[in-house]
């Protein structure tokens, strides 16, 4: 019987495990969800933004079972009870007597009832016969006991803000771009600035002159302008960068001596030229020959890395619509021949025009002119990108920065139903938006904002309870 209680409770079992598993779960991403949205109003006040984690979850889950049977045994025969009473007995006497009155006749019958009642106040005896069958009554219990214990890490160790408050790395960056986010939104939200720089003199402007910049600041109306007519026109990617050598030594001074005649490359020495590090100006190697050591250099190699670039978008409709303040400069001739379409500001203008591959136009004695430009793109922190999205609800909200003519992002107040998450700060209550044309968008960056936190947040970087002996 216990085996039969153990049996129905061990399958109860793994529907309790099921569903704490996924009610923790959703206890965990309800909680994530509300910090996110209370630090990007607290970014939006200016106020610290503070994060924190459940760290481990301990839960425990008790069996418990119990079966019993008690009996009821009934036998034969005379069954005597002994016990007190206190009222009166009333016995009934019934005599029935059978006469002859004749050889052959009929037997005649008289009955006679007597009534007799007597007062007991002590003891009665009575007996009574019994007579059944056995009775079993089994009883059987069980019970789960579940208990929880969980442990909340509030992160704000050094290491854990230095991750968060350094710029994004170029690798980082491009995963983002192939996440399949609207590739507008990526340079929104991890662009701080862009700069162009001539790469050699040219229009009596010397090399490194700064000829074109865009800044994504919210709380600068004309900035923010411009920058977003810089998104609709220019597409953020990455690139590779092949890899390069510069000229170090000749190899003739690894293979002479002091005394000016040829020694033997040691090896310790032929170690070092392992392609990485450090390569030979010439790919055929080192020859037998010692005098053409003179004109073999040691190399320093810079390894091939991936790089942001920026690309002129197929597509220029958007951003040279009137109220952007650009045009359309179709068939514009290159030096090289090739013709192009780029965005050409309606009023005259010192700033250069980008218009892809490293080159730029500038305009040198009132013509424009190609010249090769180097480009910086400054990133946002993680951090940053609170603060981004903070600012451009305090500051903008929509009127600058649009795409496909809604709110980059947004949030309510008042908390719809239908709100994708919720949260009480300073006595309001707040709502993500979810509607048809921006609810995806908003769903998106929220959830991009928890993913590069969530990569800076490590097992090592979690405080721990350190005891501290105390005078009583």
Not at 206 to 211: L, V, Y
Not at 364 to 379: A, C, H, K, R, Y
Request: one cysteine or more; charged letters at 20%.
């Amino acid at each position: 019987m216990v085996c039969l209680v153990l049996l129905l409770q061990g399958c109860a079992f793994p529907t309790q495990v099921q569903r704490f598993g996924v009610e923790y779960n959703a206890a965990l991403g309800e909680m994530n969800n509300v910090q996110t949205l209370i630090n990007i109003l607290r970014a939006r006040d200016g106020m610290p933004t503070q994060f924190s984690s459940v760290s481990q979850f301990r839960g425990n889950i008790n069996l418990t079972a119990s079966a019993s049977v008690n009996g009821q045994l009934r036998g034969e025969g005379l069954t005597s009870v002994i016990g007190a009473t206190g009222s009166d007995t009333t016995v009934t006497t019934n005599s029935t007597t059978t006469a002859l009155s004749a050889l052959g006749a009929q037997p005649s019958t008289s009955i006679v009832n007597s009534v007799v009642t007597t007062p007991v106040r002590g003891t009665s005896s009575s007996s009574t016969i019994a007579e059944g069958v056995d009775l079993y009554t089994p009883q059987i219990s069980g019970q789960i006991v579940s208990g929880t214990a969980f442990d909340v890490a509030v992160f704000d160790t050094q290491k854990f803000y230095q991750g968060i408050t350094t710029a994004l790395p170029c690798p980082t960056v491009e995963t983002l771009l192939r996440l399949g986010m609207d590739n507008r939104v990526i340079e929104f939200l991890s662009i701080v600035q862009v700069e162009f720089r001539l790469k050699e003199a040219a229009g009596g402007r010397p090399a490194g002159m700064r000829i074109l910049r865009y800044v994504n600041n919210p709380a600068d109306a004309e900035a923010s302008k411009k920058f977003a007519t810089f998104v609709e026109c220019y597409g953020l990617d990455a690139g590779m960068i092949e890899s390069s050598a510069s000229n170090i030594v000749a190899v003739s001074r690894l293979t002479r001596g002091t005394d000016g005649k040829t020694i033997p490359l040691a090896i310790d020495k032929v170690t070092v030229i392992d392609g990485e590090k450090f390569g030979l100006s010439n790919k055929t190697g080192i020859g037998d020959d010692p005098t053409g050591d003179a004109s073999l250099f040691l190399t320093k190699v810079s390894p091939e890395k991936r790089v942001p670039r920026i690309f002129l978008r197929p597509d220029l409709k958007e951003c040279t619509v009137p109220a952007r303040g650009y045009t359309l400069e179709k068939d514009f001739l290159l030096s090289s021949g090739a013709k192009i379409d780029f965005p050409r500001p309606a009023a005259a203008s010192a700033d250069a025009i980008y218009i892809g591959n490293g080159l730029a136009l500038l305009s040198i004695q009132g013509n424009l002119t190609e010249v090769p430009v180097t480009m910086d793109i400054s990133f946002r922190s993680p951090e940053g990108l609170y603060r981004y999205i903070g600012a451009y609800l305090q500051f903008d909200g929509g009127k600058n920065v649009k795409l496909d003519g809604e709110p980059l992002f947004e949030i309510a107040e008042g908390a719809p139903k239908d709100a994708l998450a919720q949260a009480s700060y300073r006595g309001k209550r707040y709502g993500l938006v979810n509607t048809p044309k921006t609810g995806i968008r908003n769903a998106q960056i929220f959830t991009l904002l928890q993913q590069l936190i969530n990569l800076h947040k490590e097992a090592a970087d979690r405080p721990t309870a350190i005891p501290v002996r105390a005078i009583p």
